[in-house]
């Protein structure tokens, strides 16, 4: 196991993104192994309240930044100007800092040059997890077919054979990302290791229900574009409800900042009286738990996203019913229908799984029963923090 290593991340720590959840999971996992680790990150919303400080349980360092991403509304541009800046405010705060670190780790791309001039100061080893597809981002935010498009992209996909061939370890959170990076760099398998998303079981606990009170729950973390185009099938589901003379539901439905939803899908929402939308909670934990059923009703197109994977291993860590379609637990090894979980192949076939499994809850009761517990112990097995960071003995 290693002894020391510092963690850079590009987001905020009080965002309610996957990301924090992430490092969070690593880091308590890590320390207890004993190995000293500490994180970089920035504070976009004026100074720190102190230059290092104790954040659960090790040690922060907070820099201060502007919000390039969001005061520049220009694709691709605001985060190239935010690397920019923000490996500059970082090495510019560890040159007065008598640190040492045998490895550094950058959290997905944005925060690499920061390690990398980091690991060339302190003769360190460079890991880099997570990277995420940037060519996905190009096409998401560049919808037209025209040649700044094709440069652009271009352009990133160079860039990550640049970044991949610099780093020393590259961690994947899914399967299908460590084939995708295999088959456009060859001869790097040595560097790859799968490392999936995880949770703290202690936490997503598992709370035994004596009854089913037809509770449903999504978290939509906004405003990430699949998970908008997954809130958009949930008000198709309601709808299906409606044209079904169905009422007997009740929604929770948690986004990180409410103002991040559009106009017009919030009044849509706002429709229904059984529909709560809840903003910036302060624990995901206890909203899943009280809830009986999680929907996932994600599309296709976004299999390299982490997003809907750990919710998903979120959700069966509470041993909830989770209701997904392929794409939502797309990269969650293990997941069987009808065993752990129940996969629907789009919203209708969804909306009239959850329509059976309320109206006939006393039939559905010991089915209900079985996959609770078996989506338990897949994540008691697979996805518990203490059980994944082997990987680093691997390295």
């Excluded at 290791?193 to 978290?219: A, C, H, L, R, W």
């Excluded at 809907?308 to 939502?328: D, F, M, N, Q, Y």
């Excluded at 969650?332 to 919203?347: A, P, W």
Aim: with cysteine; proline share 2%.
């Amino acid at each position: 196991m290693i002894k020391d290593l510092l963690i850079v991340s590009y987001e905020n720590p009080n965002s309610y993104v996957g990301l924090n959840t992430r490092i969070d999971g690593i880091v308590n996992a890590l320390q207890e192994k004993n190995v000293h680790v500490e994180i970089v990150v920035p504070l976009y919303s004026g100074k720190a309240e102190s230059e290092n400080r104790c954040f659960k349980n090790f040690k922060v360092h907070q820099i201060s930044m502007p919000n390039f991403f969001g005061r520049f509304n220009i694709p691709i541009f605001s985060r190239i100007l935010f690397v920019i800046f923000f490996t500059f405010v970082v090495l510019r705060y560890f040159k007065k800092r008598n640190c040492i670190f045998s490895y550094v780790q950058s959290e997905q791309i944005y925060s690499f040059f920061c390690c990398f001039f980091l690991a060339k100061k302190y003769k360190a080893k460079i890991i880099l997890d997570d990277p995420t597809m940037l060519e996905l981002f190009v096409d998401d935010k560049l919808k037209k077919v025209n040649l700044i498009k094709f440069m652009v992209r271009n352009l990133v996909i160079k860039f990550e054979f640049f970044i991949y061939a610099l780093s020393d370890y590259i961690f994947c959170s899914s399967k299908k990302t460590m084939d995708c990076i295999n088959s456009k760099m060859k001869g790097i398998d040595h560097k790859l290791f799968y490392f999936p998303n995880g949770v703290d079981t202690e936490k997503y606990s598992m709370v035994e229900k004596q009854v089913i009170e037809n509770k449903i729950f999504f978290n939509c973390s906004l405003p990430y574009y699949q998970n908008v185009a997954a809130l958009k099938n949930i008000v198709n589901i309601l709808e299906y409800f409606d044209e079904k003379n169905f009422y007997d539901y009740f929604i929770t439905i948690i986004v990180n900042d409410v103002s991040f939803l559009s106009k017009d899908l919030l009044d849509k929402l706002k429709i229904y009286e059984n529909v709560t939308i809840l903003s910036k909670v302060e624990s995901l934990a206890y909203h899943l738990q009280q809830a009986d059923f999680v929907m996932l009703p994600y599309e296709r197109g976004h299999f390299l996203t982490a997003g809907s994977r750990l919710k998903a291993i979120e959700a069966l860590s509470c041993g909830k019913v989770v209701i997904s379609t392929p794409e939502g637990i797309d990269g969650v090894l293990g997941c069987i229908d009808g065993k752990n979980v129940l996969i629907c192949s789009d919203y209708v076939e969804m909306a009239n799984r959850i329509i059976d499994l309320i109206k006939n809850e006393e039939r559905n009761k010991i089915f209900i029963y079985k996959i609770q517990q078996s989506a338990r112990n897949l994540v008691m097995e697979h996805y518990a923090w203490n059980k994944l960071i082997h990987v680093y003995d691997e390295i």
